[in-house]
């Protein structure tokens, strides 16, 4: 399975931009990038996907490397409530049981801190 | 909408008993899947299901088992819960088997304490 690997924590100053790092220089070529995060005391929330284009939505912006090899997820003004763990997970297509489905591996995640 | 539910939110347990988690969405999803969270760690896949009926193995499955008998609800089974068993279990569901990068919905969790 195709690994990441991200900072352990960051810190961030409230309504500034964060950029956050993740590796993957083992990815697939149909790996999509997923990103979550997870709240204190919550389950995991989506964030963003991407496959080869930079994409944006309402909560974020993810920036991938041309090579694929990285990527970034970019969140534009942070806010207290942004504080979280975030995880950078690529797919892991898993062929058992006689059909296909792609697992979610998540690892440690990066925990951003945010300083009113 | 409730999106993804779990019951309970918090249990205790002592070594040997057995017990059922509870997971249910009301979103039509044709997946499921039960995690784990140690202090720390990322979570961990324990089972999962691709429909109703169907069940499979994740990383981590020894001790627990699963079912599938209706479409909205998926349920996690411990047999004899052993302290290795403390953990906070996450349910969650999705659209398609994420081929095209579809989304997981998670539930908010269930605190086990094994004793």
């Known amino acids: 399975d195709a690994k990441t690997t991200q900072p352990n924590s960051m810190e961030s100053n409230e309504e500034e931009p964060v950029h956050l790092p993740c590796n993957h220089s083992?990815?697939?070529?149909?790996?999509?990038i997923h990103w979550y995060r997870q709240l204190p005391s919550q389950g995991p929330e989506y964030v963003i996907h991407?496959?080869?284009s930079n994409v944006n939505n309402r909560m974020a912006s993810l920036a991938i490397a041309e090579d694929r090899k990285s990527s970034t997820l970019i969140l534009h003004r942070a806010t207290l409530r942004d504080a979280a763990v975030y995880y950078c997970?690529?797919?892991?297509?898993?062929?058992?049981?006689?059909?296909?489905?792609?697992?979610?591996?998540f690892g440690t995640g990066t925990l951003l801190a945010v300083q009113p | 909408n409730a999106g993804v539910t779990q019951t309970p939110k918090f249990r205790v347990l002592k070594t040997g008993q057995s017990m059922t988690l509870l997971c249910a969405q009301d979103m039509n999803h044709e997946y499921m899947y039960w995690y784990r969270q140690d202090p720390g760690m990322g979570l961990r896949l324990i089972h999962y299901s691709v429909g109703e009926g169907t069940t499979a193995k994740g990383e981590v499955p020894d001790g627990y088992n699963v079912s599938r008998l209706k479409k909205q609800n998926f349920l996690l089974g411990l047999e004899s819960a052993a302290p290795s068993q403390t953990s906070v279990y996450f349910c969650a569901s999705s659209y398609s088997d994420l081929t095209s990068g579809e989304t997981q919905y998670f539930g908010p969790g269930t605190r086990l304490l094994v004793l």
């Open positions: 997970i690529l797919r892991a297509v898993n062929m058992n049981y006689g059909g296909a489905t792609n697992k979610l591996i």
């Open positions: 083992t990815i697939s070529g149909t790996d999509y």
């Open positions: 991407g496959l080869t």
